[in-house]
């Protein structure tokens, strides 16, 4: 499965979940050209998530 195959090497990775989620985040935000909403839904969080992090990471 595709899906343990992921968990898989993320686990093997040796990255926090945190490290994971930024990640995530920013590849999502990157994909959809900065657009917060877009990268919410791709990642299944709010609007107001991807935008606090955001603010956490442009500082």
Not at 26 to 43: D, N, Y
């Amino acid at each position: 499965m595709a899906a343990t195959t992921l968990a898989a090497q993320l686990l093997d990775s040796g990255l926090s979940r945190d490290e994971i989620n930024d990640a995530l985040i920013g590849a999502a935000l990157e994909r959809c050209q900065g657009s917060a909403v877009k990268a919410a839904r791709m990642t299944g969080m709010s609007r107001s998530q991807v935008n606090y992090w955001i603010k956490k990471n442009s500082a």
